[in-house]
Nanobody, 126 residues
Framework: VQLQASGGGLVQAGGSLRLSCAAS????????MGWFRQAPGNEREFVAA????????SYADSVKGRFTISRDNAKNTMYLQMNSLKPEDTAVYHC????????????????????WGQGTQVTVSS
């Protein structure tokens, strides 16, 4: 599975961006999906996750209420709507896919993801 993240850019604090992650698979609905980010000098951290059907979502406390994760299984694409952006949101954002599992649940642990995209840069200026 190849994942292509896009939609990053430079935005002022308080602005919005929408990231997309396109997956090259015909079984996209078999994968739980997630967004992670890595700022310079920091470890990669969890941002948000969505279950295979899209019914369940989970967010890091730092983005809760500002970011919304969603997916369109018909388009093999996941999204991250980011509002009220802050300078501390500046990072490279990576999308990831986790295959299988018995239940339609979110996956938040990085080690549980099987495939990773190359990342898209988000820069928020103050």
């Amino acid at each position: 599975v190849q994942l292509q993240a896009s939609g990053g850019g430079l935005v002022q604090a308080g602005g919005s961006l929408r990231l997309s992650c396109a997956a090259s698979t015909r079984t996209f609905s078999s994968y739980a999906m997630g967004w992670f980010r890595q700022a310079p000098g920091n470890e990669r951290e969890f941002v948000a996750a969505v279950s295979r059907s899209g019914a369940s979502t989970s967010y890091a406390d730092s983005v809760k209420g500002r970011f919304t994760i969603s997916r369109d299984n018909a388009k093999n694409t996941m999204y991250l709507q980011m509002n009220s952006l802050k300078p501390e949101d500046t990072a490279v954002y990576h999308c990831a896919a986790s295959y299988g599992g018995m239940w339609d649940t979110v996956v938040t642990r990085q080690s549980s993801y099987d495939y990773w995209g190359q990342g898209t840069q988000v820069t928020v200026s103050s």
